[in-house]
Structures are given as structure tokens and as C-alpha cells.
Nanobody
Framework: QVHLVESGGGLVQAGGSLRLSCAASGVIFSINAMGWYRQAPGKQRELVATITRSGSTNYADSVKGRFTISRDNSKNTLYLQMNRVEPEDTAVYYC????????WGQGTQVAVSS
């Protein structure tokens, strides 16, 4: 069974930085694409960034140039470096495998103050 634990969220001022981490277990991490998602209050969950098993990345237009997704297969860990954050980035952030979107971890809260 897949187990995902997100961490690294917190309160940050606009323009600041945060680094989120996601520890995955119960699956062969290195052969799977992964993604970061977020859900803001009153909004649907949205895809923020993806990374393939070979390291190719894609980003939502709203975070392109500010966020960087990366992975460490030796640690079964996914990262999201968030730079120049904006109040609109306030949300609960989740990691997941694209084939596992009916099962989510607890997420990590990011709050950006203006």
C-alpha cells in the first residue's frame, strides 16, 4: 500500500521561499512519475508540477519559473522548491503518483502573507 508523507510547509512572507518534501513508501519509487498538487480554500485540487522517472519536468503556468520539482530516488523522496512565493500560492500541498489519485496523504499547509 502506498504511503505518502508531505512536510516542509509553513507561514512565509510573499517573495520568500519554502522547500517541501514528500517521503514515499510501499511502491518502487524510482520507476514512477510523480507530481505535486495543491488545494486552496474553496477550490478544486490542481496539479502544480510533475517529474518523470528520468527527471523530465512540467509546471503549471502559475508557478513556472518560480517552483522547481526534483526527486532523490536513493531516498524515495520528492521535493518542491518554492521561490518568490505569492499569496495565491496559499494552499495545502500534496504529492502523489498519477495512477494513485484516489488516495492522498495528509498534505502540508503553505500560507503566504502579503
Amino acid at each position: 500500500q502506498v504511503h505518502l508523507v508531505e512536510s516542509g510547509g509553513g507561514l512565509v512572507q510573499a517573495g520568500g521561499s519554502l522547500r517541501l518534501s514528500c517521503a514515499a513508501s510501499g511502491v518502487i519509487f524510482s520507476i514512477n512519475a510523480m507530481g505535486w498538487y495543491r488545494q486552496a480554500p474553496g477550490k478544486q485540487r490542481e496539479l502544480v508540477a510533475t517529474i518523470t522517472r528520468s527527471g523530465s519536468t512540467n509546471y503549471a503556468d502559475s508557478v513556472k519559473g518560480r517552483f522547481t520539482i526534483s526527486r532523490d530516488n536513493s531516498k524515495n523522496t520528492l521535493y518542491l522548491q518554492m521561490n518568490r512565493v505569492e499569496p495565491e500560492d496559499t494552499a495545502v500541498y500534496y504529492c502523489n503518483f498519477p495512477w494513485n489519485i484516489n488516495d492522498w496523504g495528509q498534505g502540508t499547509q503553505v500560507a503566504v502573507s502579503s
